[in-house]
């Protein structure tokens, strides 16, 4: 069972990655749609959704082998089963995918002098998002490289996997 787990190890960590650059696209679409939104069930102006993600360190343990006597050792992280006798072994909880979280942006809107708006104020200002569109292709293809990149992981994994079963 651990040795099937860690064979797909890599598969689930490109997977988190996936899922979360999707959000993130999904996010990014959103705001591009409501640039000109100024009216929000919580009232005001749309306010942009800013993605940002965090280390998932959850379940992976990660063996580092300590130098034996002044022996060096060239894998510095390794599987536990790879260790066996001497040395010190110390459990490292490191990286096993993403996690993705959402905010929104609080800054003040933008004011717009358009008195003809139907949301302008007394002096003829209007309140609106505080998106900057190219700003947003740009996330936007950068979150589309990194899902590729997440999607071309996964199948080197899988490639190896089935590469792996023929020995």
Known sequence: MNTIRGLFTSMDI???GLSAQRRRMNAIAENIANVNT???EEGGPYRRKISFFSEDRQGVEIYRAEPI???ELDVQFTDGKHLSGGGQQTVDQRFSGVNYHQTRDNTEPELV???QHPDADDEGYVAMPKIDVVQEMVDMI???RAYE????AIESAK???KKAMTI
Do not use: F, I, L
Not at 149 to 152: L, R
């Open 38 to 40: 100024t009216r929000t």
């Open 69 to 71: 006597q002044g022996n």
């Open 142 to 144: 950068a979150a589309s």
């Open 159 to 161: 490639s190896m996997a």
């Open 149 to 152: 990149a997440n999607a071309t």
């Open 14 to 16: 490109s997977a988190s």
């Open 113 to 115: 002098y358009d008195p």
